[in-house]
């Protein structure tokens, strides 16, 4: 283990989950600790932060994220969130999020009917969140998207609240913040990358910070992400 | 009956002899799957065996499930390419999908984890709607499989061709990373009689029932919609599990062997396990998990559901061998016992329903000497001497927006190319490379077919995918190490299909001897026509290649402005079978480049070298479309343009677009450029300066230039513009 001042974060893997080690891996790179969690379990471990990562949990059957929204694990998560504990869903992890009650909204296939990968620009919406207290609204940073399904979609009621209580987390943008059809890379409405809760300690992106920590592997612009996740985590340590 | 099962007369009298009796339903049914030439490579194998297959880094060669190589740090690269063409071109989703499938499989029996897919695909015109329709639904099966199962599709190629229109080429490359000690081959796991065959993962239905047989094994014909029901139907979810599962069994010591269900399903994996140990088998099909509780035993035998696997356990370990299944979700079950002897007994319902030599399915299958008859007619008039009249800007531009040239980024945007985190340079690059965790190595990976030279001449074709596959990888600085490849063909008991097989077989051995690339395994896909239509004689080559440190990798694009640009290599006349032939004049005529292996080898140790000082800022094969494109895709990528003059005496279209061999286009900071020259000198390689990179246009000095904005539209807006989405 490492020195008690380090923050342990927990990355659930589901069955099908894709991205559970490159997440573990972000959070080592970036000075915190990884603590692999079983989504059959119902031990959070200790840790000072959750991570739903990435993948297709139960082969996305169903519906994206449904199934996995019902593991024996989900109950600690949402009692963890409840006490006011930083979460963050990544892609599949933040279709589970919406699936299980914790966050507004769903994720519905993209426009173009296509799976994309490619490297997007978001522009920060607010501070005010686990993951963006390291970034200033306006900013903007460069993170990889890859999924079929990341079309962010809400009921008129929703997106108002979405909207109104400045819930909005990041929006696809040009580099320099502008937003756009041609900067969308899914047709998400209002361009909306991620969201959070109205506490701000529990968010969803369909984005990949994790995969964006390792320059040597593909673009920064997660680490900022990962160091206010870490940073949260600390509070939560009381460290 | 046996002709049903694509099994010759000649062939069905061997197994009377054999067994001496007349076989039983099922026996023939085993034969058939096992001995089709999917199975069996009856019609290649006396080529194949001429192939270099042995060097200093070859762990396993050939006859396993992959290669294997060694890569130092005691870890061992495993890979190995196969093709899925017959079932992708009736059912382009499922067909391709499940190819990506049973790839992985292959890598995961060798107790690799799978770390990177390619996938080589040929389709017809785009101006086609049924060749749009193939396209889109393999490119979504690949990625529908692919990026369910975390492994990142990091290559391949797509090119287009007439002959592809009936029969598509849909080749996946799998490549995989375990402890060299921990390898699962025959020569390192043991099987004992006593130990127990546990099939897990997926239960056994009726589906791809005759796949080898019927769909792989035969040409296509009016009857394909019928053979649907042959293609099987992938479950990626099922698939990640078994990854798992597999990789634990391997990782706790639990077996004494691994294989996968493919083709000829459990039939081959039963008696291939059997045969490799020496022993017989007990197989009970009662004890098979079913979907379909009425079938029969020949379809349990000789189904290919996928998603299974065939773990070889000691009855010690079975226990701890099963909760690791529970744990993953997934059912096993023991089928059958390994005996002394060498009979493969199979019972169903209390009876016994064959009893036959393991060995006479898996290694002693009919090998055929088929007759080759090289083709009466001459390539043409040679398109280098005739004269061209036209405008070279809009040659130039015609060029950068065929569908060969144009970019695939409508392609390889449906795949998940960075799962697992590794990737450090995936589509864009003339080789992927992918990070070694635990160490500071990558490895290039490139799959390289050259169908038009291979119309031409199926020697020089062959040997120029083996070339330029390690060209492909030598310009990002890794040292080529071997190969894998998948060999598309038409109908080998056409003599005029078997020549060229011969002659790719040959192209391919004097290549990798002269690179020192042994081949460490392969498949060969045959029957690829259908009516009148052949496909060209297509070897796709998957070289592996190796850099010590992956943050000394070269990357292919202009990185900034202020760089000199060198071509290194000699460009000669020779526009044969060039792309600007196909292109302006619609001609695939004359020869193909001749290639020098002796000055490819020095390019490729001059390009090591060079990249190994960090000499250069960017390295890029020269060849689709030649001099002027390989320029034009250095600058597209890396967005900064370039004035260059092209000296010689050859006419312009000729000097720019001449597709000569063994050339590389670089990049070098003027500090570098002394030690550059020197370097080529040293190696007998001419490195001629052509200018500098900047600017925001792509300037040929005296001929033409191009925005670098307009390159942009044009390269990346062709294929989406062909499939009728705007740019």
């Known amino acids: 283990m490492n020195d008690p001042g380090t923050p342990r974060v927990g990355v659930i893997t589901f069955p099908g989950s894709l991205d559970d080690r490159d997440a573990l891996d972000a959070v080592e790179l970036m000075g915190g600790e990884g603590v692999p969690l079983w989504h059959a379990e119902r031990d959070l471990r200790s840790v000072h932060a959750v991570i739903l990562p990435g993948g297709f949990s139960h082969g996305d059957y169903l519906r994206c994220g449904a199934i996995a929204a019902h593991a024996p694990i989900m109950a600690e998560v949402a009692a963890f969130a409840e006490r006011g504990g930083p979460v963050l869903g990544i892609c599949n992890g933040f279709q589970i999020l919406c699936e299980a009650g914790l966050l507004a909204g769903a994720l519905i296939r993209n426009r173009s009917l296509r799976f994309v990968c490619r490297d997007v620009w978001l522009r920060v919406e607010t501070a005010a969140t686990v993951v963006t207290s390291d970034l200033t609204p306006g900013e903007t940073i460069r993170v990889p998207v890859k999924h079929g399904e990341g079309q962010f979609v809400a009921t008129g009621d929703q997106l108002a609240r979405i909207e109104e209580g400045g819930l909005v987390v990041f929006r696809y943008s040009s580099q320099d913040g502008v937003t756009g059809e041609d900067h969308n890379p899914n047709g998400a409405t209002h361009h909306i990358a991620g969201i959070r809760n109205e506490a701000g300690n529990v968010v969803g992106l369909m984005p990949h910070p994790e995969h964006a920590v390792d320059p040597d592997v593909g673009p920064t612009g997660g680490q900022a992400v990962f160091a206010s996740l870490l940073a949260s985590a600390m509070a939560g340590a009381g460290a | ?727």
């Not at chain 2, 389709?123 to 393999?138: C, D």
């Not at chain 2, 001449?457 to 060209?471: F, K, Q, T």
Request: aromatic letters at 6%.
């Open chain 2, 1 to 727: 009956m046996h002709r049903e099962l694509g099994l010759i007369d000649e062939e069905l009298e061997a197994i009377v002899e054999r067994l001496g009796r007349a076989p039983t339903r099922e026996e023939l049914a085993m034969y058939a799957a096992m001995w089709s030439e999917h199975c069996s490579y009856k019609s290649s194998k006396v080529h194949l065996r001429t192939l270099p297959t042995e060097g200093n880094a070859v762990l396993v060669g050939p006859g396993q499930d992959a290669g294997a190589v060694d890569i130092g740090d005691g870890l061992a690269v495993v890979f190995k390419m196969e093709s899925h063409s017959h079932p992708s071109a009736i059912e382009p989703y499922q067909g391709a999908a499940t190819g990506v499938g049973g790839i992985v499989r292959d890598i995961i029996s060798m107790g690799a984890r799978p770390v990177a897919l390619l996938d080589p695909l040929m389709f017809g015109p785009l101006t086609q709607e049924r060749n749009r329709w193939l396209m889109a639904g393999v490119v979504a099966g690949i990625g529908g499989y692919g990026n369910c199962i975390g492994v990142p599709t990091v290559g391949g190629e797509v090119r287009f061709a007439d002959p592809h229109s009936a029969n598509p080429t849909v080749d996946v490359m799998c490549v995989g990373i375990a402890p060299a000690d921990r390898l699962v081959t025959a020569a390192s796991h043991t099987p004992q009689a006593g130990s127990l065959m546990v099939l897990y993962g997926a239960s056994t239905g009726l589906d791809g029932i005759g796949g080898v047989s019927v769909l792989a094994s035969a040409t296509l014909d009016g009857s394909a919609e019928a053979s649907r029901p042959s293609v099987q139907i992938g479950d990626p979810f099922a698939e990640k599990l078994l990854i798992e599962a597999s990789l634990e069994l391997v990782e706790k010591g639990l077996l004494e062997g691994l294989q996968d269900l493919g083709g000829a399903g459990i039939t081959c994996a039963v008696s291939e396990s059997a045969a490799r140990a020496g022993l017989g088998a007990e197989l009970d099909l009662d004890r098979v998990p079913l979907r379909d509780p009425a079938m029969e035993a020949f379809e349990i035998l000789t189904s290919e559901s996928q998603e299974r696997m065939l773990a070889i356990v000691p009855p010690s370990k079975l226990e701890e061998a099963r909760a690791v299944c529970r744990h993953w979700g997934l059912a096993s079950a023991v089928i059958a016992e390994l005996v002394e002897g060498e009979t493969l007994t199979v019972h169903h319902h209390g009876d016994e329903v064959a009893a036959v030599p393991a060995r006479s399915l898996a290694d002693e299958g009919p090998v055929y000497e088929r007759p080759v008859a090289a083709p009466d007619r001459s390539n043409g008039d040679d398109p280098t001497f005739r004269p061209f009249e036209g405008e070279i800007r809009e040659a130039f531009l015609a060029i950068l927006s065929s569908p060969d040239v144009a970019s695939k980024r409508w392609v390889f945007e449906q795949y998940d190319s960075i799962v697992q985190g590794q990737t450090v340079a995936a589509a864009g690059s003339d080789a992927a490379v992918v990070r070694v965790p635990g160490t500071m190595k990558g490895i290039a990976l490139s799959c390289d077919g050259k169908g038009r030279f291979g119309a031409l001449d199926p020697y020089l074709g062959a040997a120029h995918a083996v070339a330029e596959s390690a060209r492909n990888v030598a310009v990002t600085g890794a040292r080529p190490l071997a190969i894998t490849n998948c060999l598309n063909f038409g109908n080998p008991e056409r003599p005029r299909v078997m020549w060229e097989f011969a002659e790719a077989i040959r192209g391919i051995r004097d290549a990798c001897v002269a690179l020192e690339t042994p081949v460490t395994g392969g498949n060969v896909s045959f029957y690829n026509e259908t009516g009148e239509s052949v496909i060209w004689p297509t070897p796709v080559i998957g070289m592996l290649g190796l850099l010590d440190d992956h943050r000394l990798r070269v990357p292919t694009a202009f990185p900034r402005a202020g760089l000199a640009i060198y071509v290194l290599g000699e460009t000669l006349a020779e526009l044969g079978g060039s792309e600007f032939s196909a292109t302006v004049w619609n001609s695939v005529a004359g020869r193909p480049p001749v290639l020098n292996l002796v000055e490819e080898r020095a390019l490729l140790d001059a390009l090591q070298a060079m990249a190994s000082e960090a000499l250069l800022a960017s390295a890029h094969d020269c060849a689709d479309g030649g001099l002027a494109i390989a320029l034009a895709e250095c600058a597209i990528e890396g967005g900064h343009g370039f004035a260059v003059r092209i000296g010689g005496d050859l006419p312009p279209h000729v000097a720019l677009f001449s597709e000569s061999a063994s050339r590389a286009i670089v990049s070098v900071a003027p500090e570098h450029e002394a030690a550059l020259a020197e370097r080529g000198a040293r190696h007998g390689v001419p490195c001629t300066r052509l200018g500098e990179t900047g600017g925001p246009r792509a300037v040929f000095d005296g001929l033409f230039e191009v925005s670098v904005a307009e390159l942009v539209d044009v390269y990346e807006g062709a294929i989406p513009r062909l499939l009728g989405e705007t740019a």
